[in-house]
Each structure stands twice: as structure tokens, then as C-alpha cells.
């Protein structure tokens, strides 16, 4: 049997709760590319209160995603909320904070557990994303009511719905181009 090199420390109970050496670091390749997309370059559009359209910005982490799938994908949304977070989230209350950023993003990991389908699991995880942005929105920006509701569906479908569609594509490319799984 071949040593791991992802688990470099052998078989010991400790060990196999660590990250591999190899996935920890394209995880960090993709949440540097993602701040780059979405927080240093200029957005397509900025909504006064949060969100906003990109230039593929989830693309680097839904890549992600679908290559390492659920649990990797999951850690790695969650740590580009809170970094998202701390360059100028719209922090009103902690609870809020953490709805709209480390858990809506970790809610993107959805889309690993559709690797054989990765369009839908671009719909799932941006879906998500959108609940978590949606509960955040009546709970703490419109209140809890029908029009409260709509409100909140239309201010984070609106930057949500070109957000898919721009990542869809370009997700869609990559597959194309056989790009997904490349160096794995």
C-alpha cells in the first residue's frame, strides 16, 4: 500500500482530521481569487445595503466546490464569508453577520453534493445562498411579513439571479473545456 501524500503523518487518528497539504492550499488559491473578483475589482453593480454584481466572482469557489466537494467546499465559503466580512460587510447585528456572510457562502458547499450534475449544484448552492441572504433580509432589514418577504426575495434575487447566470456560464465553459478537474 502507497503512503498518501495528502497524509504525509500516516495513519493515526489525528492526522486524518487534518487538512491535506494539497487541498488547504488550492483552498487558499481560490478564496484569494474570489476577493480579487468579488472585493478588489470594481462590481458590475453595488445595491446600497450589500450585494452585488461581479465579474464571475463565485466562479473560483463554486470551481472549487465541485472539485472537492461538500466538506472542503463548505470550509471554504464559510472562510471566504467571514474575509468578505471583514473588508466592509454590512454588519447591522452579529446574528445578521453571520447569516449574510460566513453561513451564506458556506451554504455554496451545497453545490458539491451535485459533482456528477454541476449546473444544478450551481442552482443548489446559489440557492442557498439566497435563503440564508432572504432570512437575513426579514429578519433584520423588512420585517417579518408578506411584504417584508417579497421584499427581501426581490433586493437579493436581484443581484442573485445575474450572479447565477454569470457563473452558470462560466461554469459551463470550464466544463466544456474538460477544466473542472484538471491536476486533481
Known sequence: MEPDPDNAGGGNKLNQTKFPTKILAELSVIVSLSIILKDVLPPIYRLPQGGSITIAGLVPLLW???RRGFKYGTIAGFIYGLVHMSLGGYVMNPVQGILDYPLAYAA???TGLFKKHPLIGVSVGILGRFICSFLSG???FTGISLEGAIASALYNGTYLIF???I???VI???IKRKLINIYM
Open 138 to 140: 426579514i429578519i433584520f
Open 108 to 110: 455554496l458547499g451545497l
Open 163 to 165: 450572479e447565477f447566470v
Open 172 to 174: 459551463q465553459l470550464l
Open 64 to 66: 472549487f466546490i465541485l
Open 167 to 169: 457563473s452558470t456560464i
